[in-house]
């Protein structure tokens, strides 16, 4: 969807839907680690995301994005992680968005990708992922995210800031 078009639906008062991508990974400790990336404009930290594609499903499409703005490759499963809502403006429209988050193991990591220019990434543990995001619906899908059978964000819902290996779900 162009921004043009989610503006018509917005000011319509129609649902506006995303898709997302939780890229992650076993790091060198053996914990799993998840890939953050800074939005282009502010530079808070968020997930790949953006809007479906016509043609692709919604799995492919969040794998899309994770290639285009974090620049890693990996298969993303057909169930989703969860879903969280945010406000974006669009021109003088303020719209709700529901962003559909899809794991994505990262299967290898690329040196140049399209937004590399745009944005910076990072691999953190998921409760550091935690106290990193801003928004507090993508925050608490993190924390609660289960990927390949572990709980990803451990830790990060019990108010410590503490981390800990992802337990097994």
């Known amino acids: 969807m162009r921004k043009k078009k989610a503006k018509v639906f917005a000011k319509k008062g129609k649902t506006l839907r995303q898709v997302g991508a939780l890229p992650y990974r076993i790091g060198p400790d053996g914990d799993i680690e998840v890939m953050l990336v800074t939005s282009r404009r502010k ?17 492919a499409a969040a794998a899309q994005e994770a290639t285009e703005e974090a620049g890693v490759i990996g298969a993303p499963p057909e169930s989703s992680v969860g ?9 003088s429209v303020k719209a709700a968005i529901f962003v559909t988050i899809f794991p994505i193991c990262v299967q290898r990591q690329l040196s140049k990708w399209p937004e ?3 944005r910076k990434r990072v691999w953190v543990k998921p409760s550091k992922a935690v106290t990193l995001i801003d ?3 993508l925050a608490g899908l993190v924390a ?11 830790a990060a819902t019990n108010g410590t800031g503490e981390g800990k290996r992802a337990s097994r779900a």
């Open 144 to 154: 609660d995210a289960r990927c390949d059978g572990f709980r990803l964000g451990g």
């Open 116 to 118: 590399q220019r745009e």
């Open 83 to 91: 879903r969280y809502r945010y406000q974006k403006r669009l021109g």
């Open 43 to 59: 530079g808070r930290f968020i997930l790949p995301k953006g809007w479906k594609m016509k043609g692709k499903t919604k799995p």
């Open 135 to 137: 928004e507090p619906g």
